[in-house]
């Protein structure tokens, strides 16, 4: 489905600059729902964006279906992208100014006939239990119910991909589990989730987990995705 291939970032300034991630190969297939995990400042956001077609790396390919994103034209990269693939943020990115359902018709790639959606669209309102919301804006939701809308958001084009940064990383552990759950069904109906997050409770609904460290995938098992624990933590422990 989608693959990365030694692909490297690096970002220029200062003393030689940030190379957020290095040598990294990731190939994740259809119907899989892979969690990639690592501490903050370790490359997720920026793999997250490469495998979008939103960061072109350094070095290394990127491919959707065996198609180089990179190497297409830019319009051709945010067709595929606007068609294709779903995001979801972990400040969710909805649009004030618009209802919820008007949010959720903003996921449609450019030129779609809005009224051949609008059915479609009630029905993940529903499905995702805003049907009340519907007509409300962004600003009166709570934070659970906002990711909501932006999960419909990313499911109303019917995206193959669905890429998410830290998706819970606002929310209290209920609604936490609410989201996986709802990303979970999309992958068991046939789609493709990666999901990067520093936290644990994407583990469960996985059915893979790989980790990054300092910009590198690492053993799951390694010491840097996870540190031992202090020495006062092991000495109670051990008591
Ligand atoms: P994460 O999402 O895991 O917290 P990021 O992918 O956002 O990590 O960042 C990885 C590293 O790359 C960090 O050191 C960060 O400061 C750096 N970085 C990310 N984006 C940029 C950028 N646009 N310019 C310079 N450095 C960046
Ligand atoms: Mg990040």
């Not at 990666?194 to 799951?220: E, F, I, K, M, Q």
């Amino acid at each position: 489905m989608i693959a990365c291939e030694q692909i490297e970032k690096r970002f220029p300034g200062p003393g030689g600059g940030v190379t957020a991630l290095s040598d990294v190969t990731l190939t994740v297939d259809r119907g899989e729902f892979v969690v990639v995990k690592g501490p903050s400042g370790c490359g997720k956001s920026t793999l997250l964006l490469a495998m979008g077609g939103m960061q072109r790396p350094s070095a290394g390919r990127v491919t959707l279906d065996g198609v180089d994103l990179y190497a297409q034209s830019a319009n051709e990269r945010n067709r595929v992208r606007a068609e294709r693939i779903g995001f979801v943020f972990q400040l969710f990115h909805l649009l004030p100014f618009l209802t919820v359902r008007e949010n959720v018709l903003a996921g449609l790639p450019p030129g779609s006939r809005i009224g051949d959606h609008v059915a479609h669209a009630n029905e993940l309102i529903e499905q995702l239990g805003l049907g009340e919301r519907a007509s409300h804006r962004p600003g009166t939701l709570s934070a659970g119910e906002r990711q909501r809308v932006a999960l419909a958001r990313a499911l109303v084009k019917h995206p193959a991909l669905i890429l998410a940064d830290e998706p819970t990383g606002n929310l209290d552990p209920a609604n936490a589990a609410e989201v996986f759950r709802h990303l979970a069904t999309f992958q068991r109906a046939g789609g493709t989730v990666v999901v990067v997050t520093h936290g644990d409770d994407a583990a469960r609904y996985a059915t893979r987990t790989v980790c990054l460290s300092r910009g590198r995938l690492v053993p799951a098992s390694s010491d840097s995705a996870n540190p031992p624990r202090s020495p006062s933590t092991s000495s109670l422990a051990a008591s």
